[in-house]
């Protein structure tokens, strides 16, 4: 089970770090990723962390912005986001996996809210 956690409300040019716990069983051995998903859009793939942290994976639009980090020992994903605009308002997901496409993850959280605004 996976729990997302740390959205909200902030202004454009804010910061925000999310979570991601899981719990129940170790992803210490599987990569992990966070998407987002605006009102009326596809699940669109954010960024991705290898199981030993030793390669990660942006997406071009938060690229310098956002950051993708884990604890293995908290069994906890991160995702720092900084400099937030307006477009990155969605319901952030984690996920188990690796790769882009959301096909290629198992597990998801339930998602947690951001919202930017202007």
């Known amino acids: 089970q996976l729990q997302a956690s740390g959205g909200g409300l902030v202004q454009a040019g804010g910061s925000l770090r999310l979570s991601c716990a899981a719990s129940g069983r170790t992803f210490s051995s599987n990569g992990m990723g966070w998407f987002r998903q605006a009102p009326g859009k596809e699940r669109e793939f954010v960024a991705g962390?290898?199981?030993?942290?030793?390669?990660?994976y942006i997406a071009d639009s938060v690229k310098g912005r956002f950051t993708i980090s884990r604890d293995n020992a908290k069994n906890t994903s991160y995702l720092q986001m900084n400099s937030l605009k307006s477009e990155d308002t969605a319901v952030y997901y984690c996920g188990v996996g690796w790769g882009t496409s959301a096909g290629r993850y198992d597990y998801w959280g339930q998602g947690t809210q951001v919202t930017v605004s202007s």
């Open positions: 962390i290898s199981w030993s942290a030793g390669n990660t």
